[in-house]
């Protein structure tokens, strides 16, 4: 059993924003030399996320809509009457509680078990930041 580490880092241009890692992390698995196993992807960030789901476009752009009218920005919240680091983002916290920050994905015969559709997305709560951090970690042979 072996266990490799990685980190990759995302850069986010708009307020909620949703980045396919797919490729990135495919790639970086392509080079581990783990043919069976179990790949963990992480965001250290509380206000981003990770969810697998559909690549496509057109649904991205209706998640998008979907988190923004979920909990908006604009709302009477307690925890931007006073913030940590100067952010008004409550909303962003808040909208994290719907999504995790972890994926579990299985990796057989050295790819990631995902189905036809379905990516790994990073989904930024609270942008735009400069860098977001994502740890990768694979457990197998």
């Known amino acids: 059993?072996?266990?490799v580490k990685h980190r990759i880092t995302v850069?986010?241009?708009a307020p909620i924003e949703i980045i396919?890692?797919?490729?990135r992390v495919r790639d970086w698995l392509a080079t581990t030399g783990v043919?069976?196993?179990l790949l963990t992807v992480t965001t250290l960030h509380t206000t981003a996320r990770l969810n697998v789901n559909e690549r496509e476009e057109r649904l991205q752009r209706d998640m998008v809509t979907f988190l923004k009218r979920?909990?908006?920005r604009d709302g009477d919240y307690l925890h931007n009457l006073d913030t940590v680091d100067g952010r008004d983002n409550a909303h962003?916290?808040?909208l994290g509680l719907f999504m995790s920050s972890t994926e579990s994905i299985p990796v057989a015969g050295?790819?990631?078990v995902l189905g036809d559709w379905q990516a790994i997305f990073f989904v930024e709560l609270d942008g735009p930041r400069e860098r977001?951090?994502?740890e990768l970690q694979v457990l197998g042979a």
């Open 92 to 94: 962003s916290h808040l």
């Open 110 to 112: 050295g790819q990631m």
């Open 132 to 134: 977001r951090t994502i």
């Open 20 to 23: 396919d890692l797919t490729p």
């Open 70 to 72: 979920l909990v908006p």
């Open 11 to 13: 850069a986010t241009t």
């Open 35 to 37: 043919a069976d196993g």
């Open 1 to 3: 059993m072996r266990i």
